[in-house]
């Protein structure tokens, strides 16, 4: 899978350029807040319908603009595909091929990405909010199964939240059930993918880890609980709702399920969240980005676009000259101030950035 081209409009602080990349490493250079990081987040948009530093996607638009464009040809081993996001100030509009699409979920998997930015240290360093955001943006990339399950389960969710808050308990045991049973219906789906995803994941990061420390450390990924079926699953989640309901009630939300989940991440046997120094939290993180790589190409058939967004400022140069040898054959758009210190011989394409503008 390799984008060739990106055009954005009024998208941050680009009013019109076109991107023309080629299928090795493309070097996105520039001083900073140039828009190098703005070009990247496009291209991951386009990906996955979302963008990974913003809550809302006005907030895209160009400054005293009505609206923000971004466009994409890229090249799969299906044939030619044109991705194009139009987004407004209250909507947004996606289209595949030029046709446009009702859900978000069938914008997705047309084109996969794996991102990684000095940001993403909160994946091993902070709460377990972000490791299931990387798993839900993963596996939905590959498995709209998984996508659909997982907007219908927070739907549900959030109705039987809205219902615990209701003080009238009689009419809260009367109806509960009903949505019970739905909610472990996708919690199960839900879980039983992520187990598959983490089942992959662990020894590709495991290994990747490895090859960036030279074996001086170990990682381990996984999930915690046992082997189970889906039908297994679902009993397993509908006996934790009623033992928790009173406390659900108490509380006015539901404090089990897919939606409290967290994955085990480990250093040399330690909790890397309380353990693990900025250094080895960076690269476990990047451990763990080169994995959904590999798992990409075994899902898809084909390599991801990989995005490294000022990754090597963060890296020693051990870890840098490895890094550029690891994503060899993988299409990577990375963004960097000086081109110099992160090539160490391979060949690229150079893009400089000034202002929002492509500059000789």
């Known amino acids: 899978m390799v984008i060739k081209k ?11 350029e076109t991107f023309d990349f080629t299928e090795g490493l493309n070097l996105l250079t520039g001083k900073n807040a140039q828009g190098k ?20 996607d006005r907030q895209l638009i160009r400054r005293g603009s ?20 139009r987004i407004f100030e209250n909507k947004r509009e996606l289209f595949v091929n030029g046709n446009k699409v009702a859900r978000a979920v069938d914008f997705l998997g047309n084109m996969n990405s794996v991102f990684f930015s000095p940001g993403e240290l909160r994946l091993v360093q902070d709460g377990p909010d972000e490791r299931r955001r990387f798993l839900n943006l ?41 949505w019970d049973e739905q909610l472990a219906a996708y919690a199960a789906r839900l879980i039983l993918k992520r187990r598959a995803f983490l089942k992959k994941l662990g020894p590709l990061a495991s290994a990747a880890h490895a090859y960036l420390t030279d074996g001086k450390e170990e990682l381990t990924v996984g999930a915690d609980g046992r082997e189970e079926s889906e039908e297994e699953a679902r009993e397993r989640l509908i006996g934790e709702l009623n033992a928790a309901l009173e406390r659900d009630i108490r509380l006015g939300f539901t404090s089990v399920g897919p939606h409290r989940d967290d994955v085990r991440i480990l250093i ?13 939290a960076r690269t476990a993180a990047l451990a763990l980005k080169l994995a959904e790589v590999e798992i990409f190409k075994e899902l898809a058939g084909e390599p991801p676009i990989l995005i490294l967004d000022d990754v090597m400022s963060e890296l020693d140069l051990p870890r840098r000259k490895k890094l550029v040898d690891r994503i060899a054959g993988v299409q990577c758009i990375l963004t960097c101030t000086h081109a110099e210190r992160v090539l160490y011989g391979a060949e690229s394409h150079k893009i400089k950035i000034q202002g929002g503008k492509i500059v000789p």
């Open 268 to 280: 040399d046997g330690q909790d890397a969240r309380g353990f693990a120094s900025q250094g080895q």
């Open 138 to 178: 993963s596996i939905s990339q590959t498995s709209r199964e998984y996508c659909t399950a997982l907007l219908r389960y927070q739907k549900i969710l959030d109705q039987r939240n809205n219902l615990l808050k209701n003080r009238d308990v009689g009419m809260v045991m009367e109806t509960l059930s009903v």
């Open 37 to 56: 990081t703005n070009c990247a987040e496009a291209v991951f948009y386009l990906c996955t319908g979302s963008s990974l530093r913003i809550r809302h």
């Open 66 to 85: 009505p609206f923000a464009r971004a466009a994409a040809e890229l090249v799969s081993r299906y044939g030619k595909v044109t991705l194009e996001a």
């Open 6 to 16: 990106l055009t954005l409009e009024n998208f941050r602080n680009y009013e019109s």
